[in-house]
């Protein structure tokens, strides 16, 4: 018998046939992406403020590192330039303040030379601006310029400001020579000019009106030695007691009564504020003598100089507005006739301010308009004085002995900018050649080193 076969199960009616998929409603598959996507809003707002105080941290970080490292090298260019500063004042002790050099030579000073050889060392094109000046080729020493940064160099020669410790030298009733008058009549001088009222019409920190007479008085309050107030008109102390408010201030103090260690203490006189010492204090000083060296000293100085040392048939053009009209104009010729050759001796200036018309220095004319390269500079008149004090006592008149010098400088004032990336630095220093080293054999030494 035939056996047929069973048959094949249809794929509709297989027990194994696979069930239809199951349908998810569209509403849940939108709720699922949505929160998804705020699931990672949230994650995303968590990890901002950490990603962004990490990456500010590390430019942070970064940048200070690089600031670091700059101040370090500023640093380092400064000290340098500090140690070619004492190869330049051997060079001033031992080759222009020689004798031979200055019969050969003429007088001279590391003033006048040392910004343009210091430039060689402290940009990329110094020494080519070197060589433009001098006219010869330079392009050997540019490989001695720094890397990495630059420095700019001033020197300045003190004995060519105001002595602001001479105003403890007073000279008694009698006395001829008076320190603190010449330094007082300088000041007044300095500050007469119309320019700088607005100083002196403000009111200042400590709620008080401050005339220039008041200035100088009470400048030369804190510098003498006595508690006696200092009478301008005498230029001595007088009898009435120093009235100042020192010890009424929120933070006390009493005046110095001394003599003063740096210029920045004169910003506790009464007075004195940062514009005042803005405007001033480049011309004064707390080193060297009380005379005024001729070869460094301002136009004002010099004016004052010429006053004193008048003779009495050319007084006249120092009193009253001849001071400005005839006296101020030829300090100003003598400031710019010494910028190449300094003097000698004093009767070298007596020479120059008798007869300025026989000293015409040819620089001047560099410059200027071609159209008037034939037109010389206009020449002040001449005003004699006199160079030796009298003989007799009861000569009363000035000299330039008495209150003027032409001698070498001793101190100078070095200042420093040095410039690394973002980072400017500033140093001020003063040298004194003549300083006795205590430790070590030779003269010279470093008297003040301040670092902004």
């Not at 003190?158 to 009549?185: F, M, P, T, Y």
């Not at 101190?411 to 001020?428: Q, W």
């Amino acid at each position: 018998m035939t056996t047929l076969p069973e048959p094949t199960p249809s794929p509709a009616t297989s027990p194994t046939a696979r069930r239809p998929a199951r349908r998810v409603p569209a509403r849940t598959v939108a709720g699922g992406r949505g929160i998804a996507v705020l699931l990672v809003l949230a994650c995303l707002a968590i990890l901002a403020p950490f990603t962004a105080s990490f990456n500010y941290q590390a430019r942070v970080d970064w940048q200070s590192a690089v600031n670091v490292r700059d101040e370090i090298a500023a640093r380092n260019i400064q000290r340098g330039a500090m140690q070619l500063s004492l190869l330049l004042f051997e060079i001033q002790r031992l080759v222009f303040n020689q004798k031979q050099f200055r019969d050969m030579m003429g007088t001279m000073d590391i003033t006048q030379v040392a910004p343009y050889l210091m430039s060689v060392f402290g940009t990329t094109d110094g020494a080519q601006g070197l060589g433009d000046l001098v006219g010869i080729d330079t392009t050997a020493l540019s490989g001695l310029a720094v890397q990495g940064g630059s420095f700019e160099y001033r020197v300045s020669a003190e004995s060519g400001k105001i002595n602001v410790n001479c105003l403890a030298k007073q000279a008694k009733a009698g006395e001829k020579d008076n320190a603190a008058g010449r330094v007082v009549e300088t000041l007044e001088a300095l500050m007469s000019p119309t320019l700088y009222d607005p100083l002196f019409e403000e009111e200042k920190s400590d709620a008080q009106y401050y005339t220039r007479t008041d200035i100088i008085r009470a400048l030369a309050d804190y510098v003498d030695d006595d508690r006696n107030r200092f009478d301008i008109i005498k230029l001595r102390s007088g009898s009435a007691a120093e009235n100042d408010r020192y010890g009424e201030l929120f933070d006390p103090y009493i005046p110095r009564n001394a003599r003063l260690d740096s210029i920045e203490e004169l910003h506790l006189v009464a007075g004195i504020d940062d514009d005042w010492m803005a405007a001033f204090g480049q011309e004064l000083t707390v080193y060297g003598g009380c005379k005024v060296n001729l070869n460094f000293a301002s136009a004002e100085q010099i004016a004052l100089v010429i006053r004193h040392s008048v003779s009495a048939t050319d007084r006249w053009k120092t009193e009253a507005d001849n001071f400005m009209l005839k006296t101020m104009p030829l300090a100003n010729y003598v400031v710019d006739m010494r910028e190449f050759n300094l003097f000698e001796k004093l009767d070298d200036f007596k020479q120059l301010v008798m007869t300025p018309d026989e000293f015409v220095n040819p620089m001047m004319m560099l410059g200027q308009d071609p159209s008037a390269s034939q037109q010389l500079p206009r020449i002040p008149e001449g005003i004699e004085v006199r160079v030796k004090p009298p003989k007799n006592e009861e000569d009363n008149y000035g000299a330039l002995q008495e209150v003027a010098t032409v001698s070498a400088e001793r101190i100078y004032r070095v200042e420093l900018i040095t410039t690394v990336g973002a980072v400017n630095k500033r140093l001020i220093a003063v040298y004194d050649m003549q300083y006795a080293r205590s430790q070590s054999q030779g003269k010279g030494a470093w008297m003040h080193v301040r670092e902004d």
